[in-house]
């Protein structure tokens, strides 16, 4: 065995630490680092100290204990939960390290840890995202995953800062804390970093088109449409192509999404600046369809206005899936005779996912690749940590898709 200087120093270090143990309990990583170098002893963190400004802060790396795992970060989308707390803090979470949408290699773990959430196998140089925090409820295992949806919990991204400050994947390495903080994670090594960074925005419509399925209307040769075309919309196009679902109309007000979600899998595409008034925008959709108004809408703008024209889109006896509202956006207008009633429309609500969809999104990516979906083309910007800052404003100023940060 090659043994160098640096080598002995870290075998030195974990026998000091077997034997004396730390202050708070933990105890020394169960391995060694991962290829590539030793763990530093502090981490940069994108700590938001302010309405539209985040600082680089340094912290130090905490002790790894026995059931916790330390995460070299790799990338991290940015979404637009971000992008409303970066402007507004909704939340009321500043200061706050954010970042929900990220992966990157397990560099340290606890001798307890064995498996990841789904009980795959984990070892030091695997890959890994997050999921939902059930600290606050513990009694998460005795329900059925697949109606437990992360309304409940907590995420890495948005914890209030606390003496860890390693709580989100904006920053060099993240801490993933065990025991009953209730943490969840997933092995994803087999999904390269693009696919990674994706898999959090992409889980929001393997949910959605699953809600959309309890209606028993949407089926393979359904006429669906899809309005907005950012990257829940477009996300939205390629979960339904992978299904089968080919007969796709995507609605949006600017041609190069539009553009976009015909190579995701959309069949055709309606600008709605093409047309003056509902009434007219309804009958661009229907002549879409060949005459024929959709059997299945989502709706997917997060926009007031796009909920009250979605009906018009939807035949009789149709159905809607609404996904937009993530936060309140306001107030939308209806007719409950002419939108619902008369026409027998059957709605779902749908909000973020369930443990169970996450694992189900691994297969949606590998599959969408598997037939020629440009999934990575979907990450138009891609930032260093330090430019952080940069990044949230391209986000909010909608020149591009997905923006990442890359470390």
Partial sequence: MDINSASIEQIVRQVLADMSGSANGASAPAAAPAAGGSIPKTSRVAVLTAKNHFDIKEYPIPPVGDDDILVKVEGCGVCGTDA???KNDPFGLIPVALGHEGTGEIVAMGKNVKTDTAGKPVKIGDKVVTCMIFKDDPEITMYDLNKKNVGGADVYGLLPDDDVHLNGWFSDYIFIRGGSFGSTFFNVSDLDLDSRILIEPAAVLVHAVERAKTTNILRFNSRVVVQGCGPIGLLCIAVLRTMGVENIC????NDGRLAFAKKMGAETS??????????ALAGGVKDAFGGHLAD??????????????IY??????GGLCELGFFVNGGDATI??????C????????????????????FDFLKRAKAIGLPISDLI??????????????????????KIAIIN
């Avoid at 299945?296 to 024209?309: D, L, R």
């Avoid at 940590?385 to 100023?397: C, G, K, P």
């Fill in 84 to 86: 409303h707390e970066f």
């Fill in 250 to 253: 995507a609605v949006d007000g």
């Fill in 270 to 279: 309606v600008n709605f600046k093409n047309f003056k008034g509902i009434e």
């Fill in 296 to 309: 299945f809408a989502f709706q997917c703008t997060g926009a007031p206005g796009g909920h009250s024209n």
């Fill in 312 to 317: 018009k889109f939807i035949r009789n006896g």
């Fill in 335 to 340: 007719n409950p005779h002419f939108d619902i």
């Fill in 342 to 361: 008369s026409k027998e429309i059957t709605t779902v609500g749908s909000w973020v996912y369930t443990l169970r969809d996450y694992a189900t999104t």
């Fill in 380 to 401: 138009t910007d891609r930032f260093p940590l330090e430019q952080i800052n940069e990044a949230l404003q391209t986000n909010l100023a909608m020149t591009g898709l």
